[in-house]
């Protein structure tokens, strides 16, 4: 079936042109100027509206299997629909932990019977995640994992993370490394600071952070392999990441909506939901962030998506788990922060949110091109919304941003060609 979206601003590679785009089956026919409309052609008219490539969000948890009650592959995909997202890589900290070919072949079915966003599957680093024994990663290759990584934990031991960075190289997939010193982390549960001091909660310095991240960069650097920093949080860890690649390291690496979203301040009232691992950090870190996300020294904007049942989060902060539920507001808060506060154009937040994380994953598409796979994603930007999270479809209405007014609403989404039906405010 073919799918005419007419007259929208359409985000292309280097500009922003009204203009329409044609789809032909599960790919991109045609991008042009008044496109003449046939009988045989659904039209959705985009007048006002602005298409993009599908967003594709390559670090999440979708929680399934053995944890369906914070979230489901079905919910969990339906929700990154409604955020805008076509496609997301889901973390493989899930119990049983995907560090084996079973796991990922289970994942990546019940994937395609929901048949909403498109999962990538990540299967673990190490087995169980536990950072002693390598995992079968030819194996889960085999069974079609996109990348490797033990995020939810750092990998404590430099000589297995130099064994994954080989070992993963030799498979051609890309690790991605939760970078914290545990032993610098000590137990802490924010960022330390001021605000640390004044709710009396354990900090966690910044270099429990950067020391990894300088680790890795260093081992991929002696092993010229790839590594992926996942969601960078502070100022010196892009500083790190700039140099690594100023002298040609294969390092990429990623944020998230939150870092450059907010700040510590947030959990001053013990906002649960503001407890997020690496934690929130200070104004400095979110001005580094953003400039890290426009000279290009940051690749992706990634959700790291973390439902929790509201059961879970409303214990005390030091016994509540880390994380914000991100899909559903993701858009938005790159939008309204990014763009509308005229830090970067629309081009720049597409390459963040589609085109680079693609690359990264060499999945192909995040681009609006003809002969690419049409995966669409139309937004009203400019649209005013007060995020209400007892709303999501995401069974984590675990956010951060809950109540804050934002702009950007997500209005229809084409996945393979085909519309889907997504949750709006209207
Ligand atoms: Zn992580
Ligand atoms: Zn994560």
């Not at 100027?33 to 948890?61: P, Q, Y």
């Not at 909506?257 to 690496?278: C, G, R, V």
């Amino acid at each position: 079936m073919a799918l005419l979206i007419k007259n929208g601003i359409v985000v292309l590679g280097e500009s922003c042109e009204v203009c329409d785009v044609l789809t032909d089956g599960k790919r991109i026919a045609k991008i042009a100027k008044n496109i003449r409309e046939e009988s045989a052609f659904d039209v959705i008219d985009a007048s006002g509206l602005t298409v993009m490539a599908g967003f594709v969000d390559m670090h999440c948890h979708l929680r399934e299997p053995g944890f369906e009650y914070k979230e489901d592959i079905a919910s969990g995909t339906r929700a990154a629909l409604t955020g805008g997202f076509t496609a997301v890589a889901c973390m493989p900290n899930t119990d049983p932990v995907i560090d084996d070919k079973s796991v990922v072949r289970y994942v990546l079915s019940r994937a395609a019977e929901c048949d909403n966003a498109k999962v990538y599957c990540i299967g673990a680093m190490t087995k169980g995640q536990e950072g002693k024994i390598l995992s079968d990663m030819g194996a889960m290759k085999d069974e079609g994992i996109v990348a490797v990584s033990d995020d939810g934990r750092p990998v404590e031991n430099g000589n297995m993370m130099r064994l994954i960075t080989e070992y993963a190289e030799t498979f051609s997939l890309l690790p991605i490394s939760h970078c914290e010193c545990p032993d610098i982390a000590d137990g802490g549960l924010v960022n330390e600071g001021l605000n640390a001091t004044i709710t009396g909660l354990k900090g966690i310095l910044r270099a429990a952070e950067e020391a990894m991240i300088a680790r890795d960069v260093l081992l991929a650097e002696s092993l010229n392999a790839r590594i992926h920093i996942a969601h960078v949080s502070t100022k010196t860890g892009v500083a790190i990441i700039r140099d690594a690649k100023n002298r040609g390291v294969r390092v990429t690496c990623e944020t998230c909506p939150h870092y450059f979203s907010a700040t510590d301040d947030e959990i001053l009232s013990f906002n649960t939901n503001a407890k997020i691992n690496p934690p929130l950090r200070g104004e400095a870190d979110v001005a580094a962030i953003i400039e890290g996300l426009c000279d290009g020294t940051i690749d992706a904007i990634v959700t790291d998506h973390a439902p929790h049942s509201l059961e879970e989060k409303n214990r005390e902060f030091a016994y509540a788990p880390n994380g914000t539920s991100g899909f559903e507001t993701a858009f938005s808060l790159c939008y309204t922060n990014l763009v509308r506060a005229g830090h970067m154009d629309m081009m720049r937040l597409s390459r963040l949110m589609s085109a680079n994380p693609s690359k990264i994953l060499r999945v192909g598409g995040g681009e609006l091109r003809a002969g690419e796979t049409a995966d669409i994603t139309i937004v009203d930007p400019e649209a005013p919304r007060v995020v209400d999270a007892s709303r999501f479809v995401s069974k984590g209405k675990n956010s951060l941003f809950d109540g804050w007014k934002l702009f950007g609403a997500v209005k229809r989404v084409i996945v393979d060609g085909v519309e889907k039906e997504i949750k709006t405010d209207d």
